[in-house]
């Protein structure tokens, strides 16, 4: 049950596009089309933003899309705004359990 | 609207035990597997547990496996964390969440705090 591996941190300025990485195995990542990303605000529960890699839940922006490739999963922001600035986790399923990254921090310059 | 409230957090001492509950409304609790996340204090989200919609299948974090157990009440709307022989590093933000191959709803999260 070792961590998906996220960079600590990323940073744009408004307007700009970010990606985040999130990398696996095949036995999680690679393995699954489980792949979810999650916004976590300070002292806020963490919002679901894409699941099944790909799949925003209504509601969710546009400007958020998921991709994966063979063991890593990217969480794409466009047109970067303010209220983006969060930690963003991603997630996989796995045979027996469920596997979080360590989180990135996204700042909004 | 679709809600789950945790509670029975609070402080503890190393190796007592505490139970958390976690009420859902809203949604057909019975239709759904239940997971329990923490998260430490300036730290990431970590998985802990998670039950089938019909108790069947329960499975735990080797970091608590043989200390917590899920559980759940399908008459009550309830999941269940029962945490025995606590230890400091439990010390964390629990939520529980509704589980679908990903979590779509989160409750706010209650504070369990293991110190002597």
């Known amino acids: 049950q070792s961590a998906l591996t996220q960079p600590a941190s990323v940073s744009g300025s408004p307007g700009q596009s970010i990606t985040i990485s999130c990398t696996g195995t095949s036995s999680d990542v690679g393995g699954y089309n489980y792949v979810s990303w999650y916004q976590q605000h300070p002292g806020k529960a963490p919002k679901l933003m894409i699941y099944d890699v790909t799949n925003r839940p209504s509601g969710v922006s546009n400007r958020f899309s998921g991709s994966k490739s063979v063991n890593t999963a990217s969480l794409t922001i466009s047109g970067l705004q303010a209220e983006d600035e969060a930690d963003y986790y991603c997630?996989?399923?796995?045979?027996?359990?469920?596997?979080f990254g360590g989180g990135t921090k996204l700042t909004v310059l | 609207q679709v809600q789950l409230v945790e509670s029975g957090g609070g402080v503890v001492q190393p190796g007592r035990s505490l139970r958390l509950s976690c009420a859902a409304s809203g949604f057909t609790f019975s239709r759904f597997a239940m997971h329990w996340v923490r998260q430490a204090p300036g730290e990431g989200l970590e998985w802990v547990a998670a039950?089938?919609?019909?108790?069947?299948?329960?499975n735990h974090a080797d970091s608590v496996k043989g200390r917590f157990t899920i559980s759940r009440d399908n008459s009550k709307n309830t999941v269940y964390l029962q945490m025995n022989s606590l230890r400091a590093e439990d010390t964390a933000v629990y939520y529980c969440?509704?589980?679908?191959?990903?979590?779509?709803?989160w409750g706010q999260g209650t504070t369990v705090t293991v110190s002597s």
């Open positions: 039950i089938a919609f019909d108790g069947s299948n329960k």
């Open positions: 969440a509704r589980g679908e191959g990903w979590f779509s709803v």
């Open positions: 997630s996989s399923y796995t045979s027996s359990s469920t596997v």
